[in-house]
T-cell receptor, first 115, second 112 residues
Framework: GAVVSQHPSWVICKSGTSVKIECRSL??????MFWYRQFPKQSLMLMAT?????????EQGVEKDKFLINHASLTLSTLTVTSAHPEDSSFYIC???????????FGQGTRLTVV | KQEVTQIPAALSVPEGENLVLNCSFT??????LQWFRQDPGKGLTSLLL?????REQTSGRLNASLDKSSGRSTLYIAASQPGDSATYLC???????????FGAGTRLAVHP
């Protein structure tokens, strides 16, 4: 199956700093990438949809100025959590969609802890 | 607004049992339905994908069915093993292809 690499797998940062998470499709081009977050013992919630070369579409309730998404190429999307606070601590996971009616493929996730 | 519900929330069974996990969704206008496995602290492993025009998919000991009109899917696990212990997530593609709406999951524990 197709491989999606997410980096870093875990990160600890101080409150007020920014953190960048990368999502790469290694063996296919992704027309669309999705970003999800998951709180402990809860399900995944879609945060935003990003298409290469255009602005991301954010789900209701997700602050676009806090969660900056850049999809600069067909193989890379980044999520930057700006001015992180402890309540942003969560598991963030991306998925990449190759198009053509296939399924999307998921990265391994990033555990963010803000202290 | 699409909502996905999974029952039961947790399940503990002895090794060798056959299991049925349930998933229901409120809006039948879906592109597809997927079942995933998630191990603690890990990402998702796709188990089965059922397109909206299909009724079921099988992979090894896993069989998933889809009844779109009633908004239901089941994941059948045959001859469960301790290695099957994980959280199983159901997700429907709704409001855009591969824009997935997830259920809360079923936490499965299979003990020897």
């Amino acid at each position: 199956g197709a491989v999606v690499s997410q980096h870093p797998s875990w990160v600890i940062c101080k409150s007020g700093t920014s953190v960048k998470i990368e999502c790469r499709s290694l063996d296919f081009q992704a027309t669309t990438m999705f970003w999800y977050r998951q709180f402990p013992k809860q399900s995944l919630m879609l945060m935003a949809t990003s298409n290469e070369g255009s602005k991301a579409t954010y789900e209701q309730g997700v602050e676009k100025d806090k969660f900056l998404i850049n999809h600069a190429s067909l193989t890379l999307s980044t999520l930057t959590v700006t001015s992180a606070h402890p309540e942003d601590s969560s598991f963030y996971i991306c998925s990449a969609y190759p198009g053509g009616g296939t399924e999307a493929f998921f990265g391994q996730g990033t555990r963010l802890t803000v202290v | 607004k699409q909502e996905v519900t999974q029952i039961p929330a947790a399940l503990s069974v002895p090794e060798g049992e056959n299991l049925v996990l349930n998933c229901s969704f409120t809006d039948s206008a879906i592109y597809n339905l997927q079942w995933f496995r998630q191990d603690p602290g890990k990402g998702l492993t796709s188990l089965l994908l059922i397109q909206s025009s299909q009724r079921e998919q099988t992979s090894g000991r896993l069989n998933a069915s889809l009844d779109k009109s009633s908004g239901r899917s089941t994941l059948y696990i045959a001859a469960s093993q301790p290695g099957d212990s994980a959280t199983y997530l159901c997700a429907v593609s709704s409001g855009g292809y591969n824009k997935l709406i997830f259920g809360a999951g079923t936490r499965l524990a299979v003990h020897p």
